[in-house]
Structure formats: structure tokens, C-alpha cells
């Protein structure tokens, strides 16, 4: 209790001639100073997420983030981190025709890497294949009824966010 009845100091001007810079707490204790590579299992747990509809396995995780490391430069998107905590948000950018966009195509490989990750996997042999699950002509056809209703959904979606974005273009452009 006595650190809390302790008046506040102010240090700035003594740290900087001491040429001292203190790194944000969000970096953590790592010996870089830099969150760069938990901002990729962020990323990663993210996209796994939402190919997957579950959490992914730690180990899947794990695979994401050697794969960006290796064969992508191993920096992290550039992407908001509502993104990250509803996974389901990255329909919106998973646009055939954002996909073909300069900024938008690191996105599209990433998505693909995470896909085939999840493919080899036995969550994704659960997820793809309905590997385990018994079910019924009756849960089939329903199960295909919602999804071509959950597709014609994030089609109007993406048409609806593609419009916006198109006329707010415009009016900035005015």
C-alpha cells in the first residue's frame, strides 16, 4: 500500500538525458522490446479462427506464424484489432475483388497459407470434411439450405460495403 501513497514523479526529462527510452507495456518482456511476433500468433489465431469457426490449436498456431516468418518477411498486418477479437469480421475482406488489390493481396496470401495450415490439420479435417459427425438427410439439407442462405447474406453484405465505399469516395473526391 505505501507504492500507492507514493507521489507521482515526473521523469521524462531525466530519462532523456540519461538517453534512456522506455518501451510500451503492450511490447512485453521480450528481449527485442517488440511485439511483432505476438502480433502474429494475434494474426494468426485470428484467420485460423475464422477459417476454422473455433479456436485453433495451439500447434496450428504455432505453424502460422513459422510459415509468415520464413516465407513472408515476418511482419505482421496491418489490420484493426476488432478484426481479431470477432473473427467473422474477415468476410468482409475476403473479397474476390479486394483480392486482386495491391494492399489487399499480402491479405489474400495469408488467408490462402491459413487455409491449407487448417486443411492438413485434424480441426480441419473436422471443420471441411465433417470428419465424426453423423448426421441425417434432413440435418444435411438443412445444414446446405443455411449456407447458401449465409452466401447470398455476405454477398448483399459486400455489395452493401462496396457501394458505401464507392459513394464515400466520390464524395470525398467533391
Same mark, same amino acid.
Given at each position: 500500500? =505505501?507504492?500507492?501513497?507514493?507521489?507521482?514523479?515526473?521523469?521524462?526529462?531525466?530519462?532523456? /538525458?540519461?538517453?534512456? &527510452?522506455?518501451?510500451?507495456?503492450? &511490447?512485453?518482456? +521480450?528481449?527485442?522490446?517488440?511485439?511483432?511476433?505476438?502480433?502474429?500468433?494475434?494474426?494468426?489465431?485470428?484467420? /485460423? !479462427?475464422?477459417?476454422?469457426?473455433? +479456436?485453433?490449436?495451439?500447434?496450428?498456431?504455432?505453424?502460422?506464424?513459422?510459415?509468415?516468418?520464413?516465407?513472408?518477411?515476418?511482419?505482421?498486418? !496491418?489490420? =484493426?484489432?476488432?478484426?481479431?477479437?470477432?473473427?467473422?469480421?474477415?468476410?468482409?475482406?475476403?473479397?474476390?475483388?479486394?483480392?486482386?488489390?495491391? #494492399?489487399?493481396?499480402?491479405?489474400?496470401?495469408?488467408?490462402?497459407?491459413?487455409?491449407? /495450415?487448417?486443411?492438413?490439420?485434424?480441426?480441419?479435417?473436422?471443420?471441411?470434411?465433417?470428419?465424426? =459427425?453423423?448426421?441425417?438427410?434432413?440435418?444435411?439439407?438443412?445444414?446446405?439450405? #443455411?449456407?447458401?442462405?449465409?452466401?447470398?447474406?455476405?454477398?448483399? #453484405?459486400?455489395?452493401?460495403?462496396? /457501394?458505401?465505399?464507392?459513394?464515400?469516395?466520390?464524395?470525398?473526391?467533391?
Amino acid at each position: 500500500m =505505501s507504492l500507492f501513497d507514493l507521489p507521482s514523479m515526473k521523469t521524462a526529462h531525466d530519462l532523456k /538525458l540519461l538517453g534512456i &527510452s522506455l518501451r510500451p507495456i503492450t &511490447s512485453g518482456m +521480450t528481449l527485442s522490446g517488440r511485439n511483432r511476433r505476438r502480433n502474429l500468433i494475434r494474426e494468426g489465431k485470428g484467420l /485460423l !479462427t475464422y477459417i476454422l469457426k473455433t +479456436t485453433p490449436s495451439i500447434a496450428l498456431i504455432k505453424r502460422y506464424v513459422r510459415y509468415v516468418e520464413s516465407v513472408r518477411e515476418g511482419q505482421p498486418l !496491418t489490420i =484493426s484489432s476488432m478484426m481479431y477479437r470477432w473473427p467473422f469480421l474477415f468476410g468482409f475482406l475476403d473479397e474476390p475483388g479486394l483480392k486482386t488489390d495491391g #494492399s489487399h493481396a499480402e491479405f489474400a496470401l495469408r488467408l490462402n497459407a491459413a487455409v491449407v /495450415l487448417a486443411e492438413a490439420t485434424t480441426q480441419g479435417a473436422r471443420r471441411f470434411l465433417a470428419l465424426g =459427425s453423423h448426421m441425417g438427410l434432413p440435418v444435411c439439407l438443412s445444414a446446405m439450405l #443455411s449456407a447458401v442462405v449465409l452466401e447470398i447474406f455476405w454477398r448483399a #453484405s459486400r455489395l452493401g460495403a462496396n /457501394l458505401f465505399m464507392k459513394l464515400r469516395r466520390r464524395s470525398t473526391e467533391l
